[in-house]
């Protein structure tokens, strides 16, 4: 089938907890052992939390930490691609959820998290992340690679390959997507385009492009 790329620099909650809170929750984790060391000070009793756009203060007696959230997604983000190219896709999805918690507009960790879905071979919740990777971003190419290879993979080539051309529209030398469209199209038995995406990715340094041109293309 197509290849699976690797993890690349990859809701909102309701009922008793809202998305304000267990982002504080998580701070107030963060930063616990900086309370051991206030408990010592007299008003370290009274804590102060305030949730704004772009950062959440908390004042714990005369002490204010000011968190920003955007440090927060990005570190979370950062720590949920170390643990999926590492293989823990699941611990990858909970840092993509924590970074969610702080940056519900960021493409990068919808597609992070659909690609941990993914290798999981949760291709319904990856298919919402790539989708919403989408819509946020329209331009992300490698959303529409990673979208493309989902419907594949559902015996849906035919929409598959528009996302294909469109990443190759977004960013043309990327080889991977001139690949997948090759094998989209190999699978719907058009062996003229397909051969024609297979040397094209091949020219574009997709090495692997070697073994399906010897065997369809010759």
Do not use: W
């Not at 840092?95 to 941990?116: C, P, S, V, W």
């Not at 990777?133 to 331009?139: A, R």
């Amino acid at each position: 089938m197509v290849t699976i790329p690797r993890l690349l620099v990859l809701t909102t909650y309701h009922h008793i907890t809202s998305t304000a809170m267990k982002k504080i929750i998580f701070i107030l984790i963060s930063i616990v052992y900086s309370v051991a060391t206030l408990s010592q000070n007299a008003d370290s009793g009274k804590i102060i939390i305030t949730d704004k756009k772009d950062h959440t203060s908390i004042r714990i007696g005369d002490s204010v930490f000011t968190i920003s959230h955007d440090y927060m997604a990005q570190t979370k983000l950062a720590d949920g691609i170390k643990k999926g190219e590492e293989g823990d896709f699941e611990g990858a999805i909970g840092d993509f959820n924590t970074a969610l918690l702080f940056d519900m507009n960021n493409h990068e960790i919808y597609y992070n998290r659909g690609l941990a879905y993914y290798n999981l071979k949760d291709y319904e919740h990856a298919l919402i992340d790539f989708d919403k990777s989408i819509e946020i971003d329209s331009n992300y190419f490698l959303s529409y690679n990673q979208r493309g290879i989902i419907k594949c993979r559902q015996d849906n080539c035919l929409d598959a390959i528009n996302d294909f051309n469109t990443a190759i529209r977004l960013k043309p030398d990327y080889a991977l997507a001139n690949f997948n469209l090759g094998i989209a199209y190999l699978q719907l038995a058009n062996f003229t385009d397909a051969c024609l995406q297979l040397n094209k990715a091949k020219e574009l340094g997709y090495e692997n492009a070697d073994n399906i041109i010897d065997q369809y293309c010759k």
